[in-house]
């Protein structure tokens, strides 16, 4: 009895340019996602910065009211230092992903990072007593 091939040439072709295609939308999903990011950042309720991440360079941002400063890059955003006791705030690190947030509680100020993935403008994920 002749034994059969497992893959013909034509097979490997399909997987080859199936491969190639998904390689292609992973790209681009990388490369529109990445044009979408963006730091927040809210002071007692109100949005006082808004900076896109895709086209900033490193940059240090200072609040007019209380004293903290925030670190933008092209990578994400993060509190660079703050007056506060605990410095919770700074130790949180670089956020890189849309809906990660990190909160400086004494200084009422939060920072956010917004993206396709979290659009969060005005949506409660939970409301706790």
Known sequence: MPRRKLLNKKDIWLFAG??????????????TADEAR???????GQ???????????????????PNVFFYIS?????????????????HMGLLTMPGQTAV???NRASLHIMGPAHPGDGVVDIIAN
Request: hydrophobic letters at 50%; glycine letters at 6%; aromatic letters at 12%.
């Open 18 to 31: 199936l491969a190639a295609f998904a390689a292609l939308l992973f790209a681009w999903h990388g490369l």
């Open 104 to 106: 400086c509680m004494p």
């Open 47 to 65: 949005t006082v910065l808004t900076v896109p991440l895709a086209h900033s360079g490193d940059r240090i941002y200072a609040l007019d009211g």
């Open 74 to 90: 092209h990578d994400g955003a993060a509190f660079y230092s703050s007056d506060c006791p605990d410095q919770i705030c700074v």
């Open 38 to 44: 963006y730091a927040r950042v809210i002071v007692d």
